[in-house]
């Protein structure tokens, strides 16, 4: 797996190797990572799978199916969907 980059939600900063990051969803819930390692965990949480969520998509945790699914929909809400609720993305 490649690095995964990010950019700032307030100045489109790219979030690189090692920097401190937030992240804020849509229900108020804060995650903090205090050295982003480039593999799209922040807080212990998916950046994709959160994107998903937020966006009405839900799946069983428990199957890996499912769970590849939930991402790559997640990644295409992030990427490609430009109606999609999206985290925020801070550098702390």
Not at 37 to 57: C, K, P, S, W, Y
């Amino acid at each position: 797996m490649g690095f995964i980059y990010f950019q700032t939600t307030d100045t489109n900063e790219r979030i690189g190797l090692g920097d401190a990051v937030l992240l804020l969803d849509d229900k108020g819930n804060k995650y903090y990572q205090p050295k982003y390692l480039g593999n799209g965990l922040v807080g212990g949480v998916d950046v994709f799978i959160l994107t998903a969520q937020m966006n009405g998509h839900t799946f069983d945790e428990d199957d890996d199916l499912e769970y590849e699914r939930a991402r790559r929909l997640g990644i295409d809400f992030f990427y490609e969907n430009e109606n999609a609720k999206l985290p925020k993305i801070y550098k702390q």
